[in-house]
C-alpha cells in the first residue's frame, strides 16, 4: 500500500518571502500522480499543483513550483512571494495511475499548517 | 465554474442516529468518492463509486456505512447507527475521467453527541 508523509507538522514564512514544504511517499508503482491540496480555514480542499511521475519536468503554476525527485520519492512544493492568503493547511497527495475499476483514490500526508507572518 | 456541492454544511445528531450526508457532483462526472477528515488528523479515503456501484471501499467503510446514486444527480452517504467516533468533515469529491483531478466540495461536518 502506498503512504505519504510529510514530515513538517507546522512551518512559518514571512510575507514575500519563500518557503518549501517536504512531502516523501512509498510506492511500488513506476506511474502515478502527485498533488498539492491547500485547506484553508473554511475548509474546502482546492488543489493547488499537480505532478504526472513519467514528466521529468517539475509543474509550475504561478507562484506555486514542485521539486520531484522521482528516484528519491520526495515531492516538496515551493511557495514564492508569499501572501497572507497562502495560510492554510496544505496536504500531499498520492494517486495511482494504474486503472482500479474506477477507484483511483487519493492517499494524503497527514498536512503542514503553514502560518504567513505579516 | 462547476462545482461539488453538499448539504447539509454542519449535521448534529445523537449517537445511534441514522444520517445522510448529501453531495450533488459536477453534473458530467462519472467517479464519485467520499472522504472522511476527523479534526486535526488527515483526510481518509473511504468509499469510491462508478457505474453505480461501489469500486473500492476502505476498512473505516464497515456495514454502517452505504452510498447511493439515487436520481442521477445526487450521490448520498448513509451512516445507520453513528458512533461519537464518526464525528469529522466528510468531503464528497468527483472526477470525470480516468485520468483527471478530483474536485472536493466543501464539506459536510457531522458532530455525533
Known amino acids: 500500500a502506498q503512504t505519504v508523509t510529510q514530515s513538517q507538522p507546522e512551518m512559518s514564512v514571512q510575507e514575500a518571502e519563500t518557503v518549501t514544504l517536504s512531502c516523501t511517499y512509498d510506492t511500488s508503482e513506476s506511474d502515478y500522480y502527485l498533488f498539492w491540496y491547500k485547506q484553508p480555514p473554511s475548509r474546502q480542499m482546492i488543489l493547488v499543483i499537480r505532478q504526472e511521475a513519467y514528466k521529468q519536468q517539475n509543474a509550475t503554476e504561478n507562484r506555486f513550483s514542485v521539486n520531484f525527485q522521482k528516484a528519491a520519492k520526495s515531492f516538496s512544493l515551493k511557495i514564492s512571494d508569499s501572501q497572507l492568503g497562502d495560510a492554510a493547511m496544505y496536504f500531499c497527495a498520492y494517486r495511482s495511475m494504474k486503472s482500479q475499476g474506477g477507484s483511483e483514490k487519493l492517499v494524503f500526508g497527514k498536512g503542514t499548517k503553514l502560518t504567513v507572518n505579516p | 465554474e462547476p462545482e461539488v456541492t453538499q448539504t447539509p454544511s454542519h449535521q448534529v445528531t445523537q449517537m445511534g442516529q441514522e444520517v445522510i450526508l448529501r453531495c450533488v457532483p459536477i453534473s458530467n462526472h462519472l467517479y464519485f468518492y467520499w472522504y472522511r477528515q476527523i479534526l486535526g488528523q488527515k483526510v481518509e479515503f473511504l468509499v469510491s463509486f462508478y457505474n453505480n456501484e461501489i469500486s473500492e471501499k476502505s476498512e473505516i467503510f464497515d456495514d454502517q456505512f452505504s452510498v447511493e446514486r439515487p436520481d442521477g444527480s445526487n450521490f448520498t452517504l448513509k451512516i445507520r447507527s453513528t458512533k461519537l467516533e464518526d464525528s469529522a468533515m466528510y468531503f464528497c469529491?468527483?472526477?470525470?475521467?480516468?485520468?483527471?483531478?478530483?474536485?472536493f466540495g466543501p464539506g459536510t461536518r457531522l458532530t455525533v453527541l
Open positions: 469529491a468527483s472526477r470525470d475521467g480516468p485520468y483527471n483531478e478530483q474536485f
